[in-house]
């Protein structure tokens, strides 16, 4: 029942970390995925990268997981800041979802406290309130996390998720950014429901149609 799936990632490299490998188990059933980066988080670029590094490693990470170049949507909102935006923010997910009219959304968690994250997710429920939402796990910014939807993966689905994070040289500082991390958490996942592997989410709104 589902064919159209769209991602909402306030910066690059948060769908990857939230569903990276959802989006490949799903790209592999034959779904289309959309991703849209909200933010290339220019100002956070690390000393020594371009200021459109993470445009770069986006393409490069969404490729991995199997995301048509066409399927991927960049904005340009200022990183930290999107609380400013918020009107424009919504505008351009209605938009998106009359173009797209996604079955499923996967968007941060509504416990996420990153103030970008935060107001993705809030703007996202206005914006998308008739659809099933998935909120993501981001860990290091949910103050808390309700475990009520799993999505199982296999190895397969793992790996690509792992390289498509390795595309993202310029973020290999963050602490969280290591495949012994990816993995453990997959594996704590799979373990709450008996399986290898999976993925984790909020269910923030699911209708059967």
């Keep these: 029942m589902i064919k159209n799936v769209l991602v909402l990632a306030p910066h690059t490299d948060d769908g990857e970390f939230g569903c990276g490998g959802t989006i490949a188990k799903f790209i592999e059933e034959g779904k289309n995925i959309f991703y849209v980066a909200f933010s290339t988080a220019k100002k956070s670029v690390p000393k020594g990268y371009p200021e459109n590094i993470l445009e770069i490693e986006v393409k490069e990470s969404t490729k991995v997981l199997g995301i048509l170049p066409e399927n991927l949507i960049i904005l340009d909102y200022e990183v930290r800041r999107f609380s400013e935006s918020r009107q424009q923010i919504l505008d351009n997910m209605i938009r998106l979802g009359n173009q797209i009219k996604p079955d499923i959304v996967f968007l941060p968690s509504t416990f996420d406290t990153h103030q970008d994250h935060n107001t993705i997710s809030k703007e996202?429920?206005?914006?998308?309130?008739?659809?099933?939402?998935?909120?993501y796990e981001i860990p290091w910014n949910n103050l808390t996390f309700n475990t009520n939807s799993f999505i199982i993966l296999t190895e397969e689905h793992l790996s690509k998720k792992v390289e498509s994070l390795k595309c993202y040289k310029s973020q290999t500082f963050r602490h969280y950014a290591n495949e012994k991390f990816v993995k453990s958490l997959a594996v704590t996942r799979g373990a709450q429901i008996g399986e290898k592997y999976a993925e984790v989410f909020e269910v923030i709104r699911y209708l059967i149609k």
């Design 124 to 135: 996202g429920f206005r914006a998308f309130k008739k659809t099933t939402m998935l909120g």
